[in-house]
Structures are given as C-alpha cells and as structure tokens.
C-alpha cells in the first residue's frame, strides 16, 4: 500500500502541473476577454446613465428646467436600472465565453473483485489520468463574438429606452409649461372680466346703461372663475405627471421655467430624412445583423467534432510498476450534423435583414407624419403670433375704450375679449402641440432633447 500512496503523490503532481499548462494557455494575450482584465462598470455609469443634475440636488424644490428635468429622468427611471443591469449581465457572459472548458480527472481501477488472484488489489492496476476537451472550428472565439454582439445589442436597446424616456420627460414638461401660461391667461382674462363688472356696475349706477350689462358681466366672471378653476385642476395633474416621468413621488417642484416661445424656424422634410439614421431604432440594426450572423457561423461550427484527450499514469500492482497512459476520443456525426440549428440560424438571418427594411421604412412614414403635424403646428402657431393677437388686441382695446364712453355696447366689449383670450389660449395649444412634435422628431431622428430648440436651455 505504500507503493499507493507514492503513486498518487506523484498524480497529484503531475495533475496540477497539466491544470496550470491549460490555465496558462487560457489566460493567453490571444483571449479576447482575459479573465484577469476587470469590467468598468463604473464607466458604463457614466456612458449610459444620462446627463447628471446639474444642481447635484435631486428634486428640486423651487424652480425646474428641462436640463434638470431629463437629468431626473434619467436617474430614476426604474426600466434604466433595468437596462444597465442586463448590459452588465451580456458583458459577464462574453467573458465567460472565452473561458476553455475545465479538464476532467478520472480513476480507474481494474482486475480486482474476482476470482482467485483477482480477488483483491495484489493485482490491481489503477489509472490516473487528465482528459480536456478541444474546442475546434473556432468555436471559442465565435461564441465570444457572438456574446459581445449581444452586449451590444443591449446597449442599443438602453438607448432606445433612454431617448423614449426623455421623450415621454419632455412632453411631460411641455405639458406643465403650457398649462401654466394658460392659468396665466385665464387669471388676466378673471382681472379683465372682473373690472369690466365694476365700469358695467358703475354705469349702471349712473343711469347710463341698463342692468342686464351688469348682469351679463356677473356671468361672465363667474364662466371665467370656473374655467380658471378648471385650468388649476389640469395644472395640478400636469405637475403630478411630469414629478413621475422625473422618478419623484409628488411634485416638490413650484413650477417649471423655460422660454416657452416660437422657434424662428423648422428643418427641412429632407434634411431630417437624412438623420433617421442615427435612431438606435434603425442604427441598432448591423449589430442585429452581425449577431444572426455570427450565430450561423457559430452553429457551422459546431458540425464539427470536438476530440478529447486523455493523458495520465496506470499503477500495476502486482509487480509495482507505473508507466503512462495517453488516449484520444472524438464523437462520430453520424445522426446530428446540426443541420436543423443551422437551418434556424439561416432563417433568422433572413428574418432579420427583412425586420431591418421594414423599420426603415416604418420610420420614415412615423416621420412624414411627425413632420406633417410638425409644420401645421408651426404654421399656425405663427399666424396666431404675428397676425392674429395683434389684430385681436387692438380690436379688444378699441371696444373696451369705447364702451367707457358709450361709443360701443358691452356685447361688442364681450365679443373682443372672448375672441382675443381664446385667441390666446388657442396659440398656447398650438405651441405645445409644435414643441411636442419637435420632441418626436428628435426622437425619431435619434437626437434626444437637444433638438428641443429655445425651451428651458
């Protein structure tokens, strides 16, 4: 038995020298991923985690922009965690990919347990030995590949995400901004109404007009209290949809501040057509492809037998001899050539270069018709601007001054306020509806906010 006990001292030697030559061989400059290269995480923070607060606070209690607005956004948003985690998962198993298959150890012990002199371990012979699969075709480095092509594709997929919620923030934003310049509106409108109830009363008083004028004006400053109370209402569930695009559990926000006004101009039809490209909806689409492709090549591959190889040390007992032992042994492809994942993989190629035309061309009818929207929008938020409030003014002043002096009645002063204040409403709708528009052409041309022209930045 001491003869034993040599024998596997000396197997153990010699196994951890072979597991060292195989962990060398693994961790070699040639590996794509080395395994003793560590992952930045914290620097794919910083590339995906969006633009940072620019206050450092966030949620802000006074005043918020847009900038801080999308920072917020982007923070919190639970489906960006989300993202961020599985790109991290995609990138550990693209190191894992280019990891060798571990060595297997095996004993043997034969010629003992039968008959006779076999009937115990006098003339045993027992095997110690190393067996490794070889990977061929290279399969090893086309599934890192393909792993690092799936990363890929979930970074892809987390810019999707991020330009659909900064979106979704500044629409929201918008939203807030509008509702606030219409209560603007309507609290001037409620001032308005309520001294043409006081001039109404006090002519009335004077004999100079009949009562129903200062009837007629009570009604109408009680419409527009309604409304101005309706328009609060709406700001407050504004606020409340915007304080959850920004990941906030109540608006500590007072209100929103930006340069709600006209761009001087849009783009071209053309000109955009142009930058549909860079939306990671249409530009995540060569990853796509490259990653069917090598999924196929992948699959090919794998038509080919892998051998393992065995190497080791056999004891014979009986006259304590050790000698070594070396073997080969590969599968035959008799019955699974992987014909049918190569079929699949071949199918899903074709499926995707077809997925790929098909989101072009969905993108580009997603953007006539953004545009379409863009430019009515614009136009008439530019007719009410420069032609219509002016006009609407005047005509307002002009009936207002002249019913002080009896020149006109007060349906006429009525008729110029509703026509001018609704007016003016009417250009805060189109204006939001114009800035909502540019929102979805920056996202459908992969620009984000920064497309968003004069409004908070």
């Known amino acids: 038995m001491m003869g034993l006990k040599s024998f596997l001292s000396f197997f153990v030697a010699f196994a951890l020298i072979i597991t060292a030559s195989f962990r060398a061989t693994a961790e070699s400059p040639g590996q794509t991923f080395p395994a003793n290269q560590s992952v930045s995480l914290d620097q794919q923070d910083k590339d995906y985690r969006g633009p940072q607060s620019p206050s450092g606070k966030e949620e802000p209690n006074g005043v918020l922009t847009l900038k801080q607005a999308l920072a917020l956004a982007v923070l919190k948003n639970p489906d960006l965690a989300s993202y961020s985690w599985e790109?991290?998962?995609?990138?550990?198993?693209?190191?894992?990919?280019?990891?060798?298959?571990?060595?297997?150890?095996?004993?043997?012990?034969?010629?003992?347990?039968?008959?006779?002199?076999?009937?115990?371990?006098?003339?045993?012979?027992?095997?110690?030995?190393?067996?490794?699969?070889?990977?061929?075709?290279?399969?090893?480095?086309k599934k890192v590949q393909l792993a690092t092509l799936e990363r890929d594709l979930a970074r892809w997929d987390y810019e999707t995400k991020r330009l659909d919620v900064l979106s979704e923030a500044t629409k929201a934003f918008v939203n807030v901004a509008a509702e606030q310049e219409r209560l603007t509106v309507l609290e001037e409108l409620y001032r308005l109404a309520e001294q043409s109830r006081n001039i109404a009363a006090a002519r009335v008083q004077a004999g100079k007009v009949s009562p129903i004028d200062e009837t007629k004006s009570s009604a109408e400053l009680?419409?527009?209290?309604?409304?101005?109370?309706?328009?609060?209402?709406?700001?407050?569930?504004?606020?409340?949809?915007?304080?959850?695009?920004?990941?906030?559990?109540?608006?500590?926000?007072?209100?929103?501040?930006?340069?709600?006004?006209?761009?001087?101009?849009?783009?071209?039809?053309?000109?955009?057509?142009?930058?549909?490209?860079?939306?990671?909806?249409?530009?995540?689409?060569?990853?796509?492809?490259?990653?069917?492709?090598?999924?196929?090549?992948?699959?090919?591959?794998?038509?080919?037998p892998d051998p393992s190889i065995s190497v080791g040390v056999r004891r014979f007992n009986e006259n304590e001899v050790t000698a070594l032992v070396a073997g080969i042994s590969f599968p035959l492809p008799l019955f699974n050539r992987n014909s049918g994942a190569i079929a699949e993989a071949e199918y899903r190629l074709i499926k995707a270069e077809e997925e790929h035309r098909a989101a072009r061309r969905k993108i580009q009818a997603a953007l006539a018709e953004t545009y379409q929207a863009l430019s009515s929008a614009f136009t008439e938020a530019r007719i009410l601007k420069d032609e219509v409030l002016p006009a609407l003014q005047s005509a307002y002043e002009a009936a207002q001054e002249g019913y002080r002096y009896g020149k006109f009645g007060y349906l006429d002063v009525l008729d110029a306020q509703r026509n001018f204040f609704e007016s003016k409403i009417r250009y805060v709708e189109s204006l939001a509806a114009f800035r909502k528009a540019y929102s979805d052409v920056d996202r459908l041309t992969g620009a984000g906010p920064k497309g968003y022209g004069s409004l908070g930045e």
């Open 87 to 141: 790109i991290r998962a995609r990138e550990a198993r693209a190191l894992q990919a280019g990891v060798y298959p571990n060595p297997e150890m095996g004993l043997e012990i034969e010629n003992w347990g039968g008959n006779k002199d076999y009937r115990r371990l006098d003339a045993a012979e027992t095997t110690l030995a190393i067996r490794q699969l070889i990977e061929l075709g290279g399969k090893r480095p």
């Open 222 to 304: 009680a419409k527009t209290r309604i409304e101005m109370e309706r328009a609060k209402r709406s700001l407050q569930a504004a606020r409340k949809q915007l304080s959850l695009a920004c990941g906030l559990p109540s608006p500590s926000f007072q209100k929103v501040e930006g340069a709600f006004d006209l761009a001087s101009s849009i783009p071209s039809v053309d000109d955009l057509a142009v930058l549909v490209y860079r939306n990671p909806d249409l530009a995540r689409w060569p990853s796509e492809i490259e990653q069917r492709k090598a999924s196929l090549n992948l699959e090919r591959a794998s038509r080919i």
